[in-house]
């Protein structure tokens, strides 16, 4: 199929013609397209081109029309754990460790089974589908339930291979973690929908050893390494009493950091670390609701935006957040970068909805794929309704995007070319059996 077909020759049969008001590519950088054509053939990207050049190279089989609405990438969730969207509002209000120790561990040694992150899985994929997520790096127990889950709505999904020195029910000990992940990684190799990373929990669940292994293992599969990093004091402290140095320098010095890296929260940096850090280009995942519900703080975002560290924007969880939605994160993270370094002009609004999808791509290694609209790309998308009244005068797209729009303006998602959410509601499974399971497990957990 060639977009630049001779005049005269006949168009080129392809599977959608979208023509929205706008459309925003992220590639390249800072570009609002009006009265442009997304082509789309094969769960590709065929060509991003003026209507009326659209009109004379295709012959879709179905064209549609989206006035009044912006399309962009599917947003990319660089860091949560979908399954415990069943846990949301479980344990609120209280610190990281406090939240962990007491409310959280306990409850998932009591109920996380396949079925529990299958489920879990199953309501998280709907609900980031319909914010306009397309793509997830999930960390969590049973990442076979977790796959099974996102394969049934049609979602991309980046499955941690989780490691952590105690038992749980899904593991004994991080080898019998680490053999149970790279085993679901090889019988799961062939699907395009899904991909891998290493998924260490945090330095200080895990071992030096461990630590050590996951580094060769990165090297020889040549996949990112995803782990809570530097996410409150406490583990600053506690890790210069057990090792002597701050947790980055200890993964310096075990060879983790690299551009396989993605560093989760990131929220305690000092200038010197953010300098490590993007010199061995190393990416972070920002999360910011979940990092101000917790009360673990702010990171230095325009410091980072700065130094050129890439980051993609996360979630976390629903237990700490209570939304898996990519528009809260983008408001939150553009708002805290400015009243924290006292600039309005750190992270606008373009630079947002790039963390939001490019960058998220770049540090799960996949921005050749998905992240932006350039022809070849996954079909991975989202509209936006920009029509409605409350939301009138609009004279940016992207501003309106980042500070005004929400997830409920999200009217159609799709991922490789397939539509994964229409009107509200996810393509794949009824709302009324999201609901049941919602329902049980509301109940097996109060009872």
Known sequence: MNPHSAPGAKPAKIDLLIRPQWIIPIEP????????????SEGRIVAVLPNEAAAQRFDPRQTLDLPGQVVLPGLVNLHTHAAMSLLRGYADDLPLMRWLSERIWPAEARHA????????????????LRGGITTFNDMYFFPEAAAAAA?????????????????TRYATDADDYLAKGLALRDALRGDPLLDFCLAPHAPYTVADKTFEKIATLAAQLEIPIHMHVHETIHEIEESLTQHGVRPIERLRRLGLLGP???????VHLDAGEIDLLAHEGCHLAHCPTSNLKLGSGIPPLSAIQARGLNFGLG?????????????????????????ASHNAEALDAHATLRAATL????????EDRI?????????????????????????????????????????????????????????????????????????????
Not at 113 to 128: Q, S
């Open 29 to 40: 950088a800072g570009v609002t397209l009006s009265d442009h054509s997304l082509a789309v």
């Open 113 to 128: 089974t396949p079925d529990f992150v299958h489920a879990g899985t199953l309501l998280a994929c709907a609900e980031m």
């Open 151 to 167: 394969r049934r709505l049609g979602m991309r999904a980046v499955l941690g291979i989780i490691a952590i020195e105690f038992p």
């Open 260 to 266: 396989q890296l993605i560093a989760v929260h990131a």
């Open 315 to 339: 979630t976390d969880g629903a237990a700490s957040n209570n939304r898996l939605d990519l528009f809260h994160e983008m408001r939150h993270a553009a708002l805290l970068a400015k009243g």
């Open 359 to 366: 960058g998220g791509a770049q540090a799960l290694g996949l």
């Open 371 to 447: 992240g932006s609209l350039l022809p070849g790309k996954a079909a991975d998308l989202c509209a936006v309704r920009l029509d409605e009244w409350l939301m009138q005068p609009c004279f940016d797209p992207a501003s309106h995007l980042v500070y005004a729009a929400g997830r409920e303006q999200v009217t159609h998602t799709w991922v490789a070319g397939m539509l994964a959410m229409c009107n509200g509601a996810p393509s794949r499974i009824d709302i009324s059996e999201l609901l049941d399971i919602a329902g049980l497990w509301h109940t097996r957990l109060t009872s």
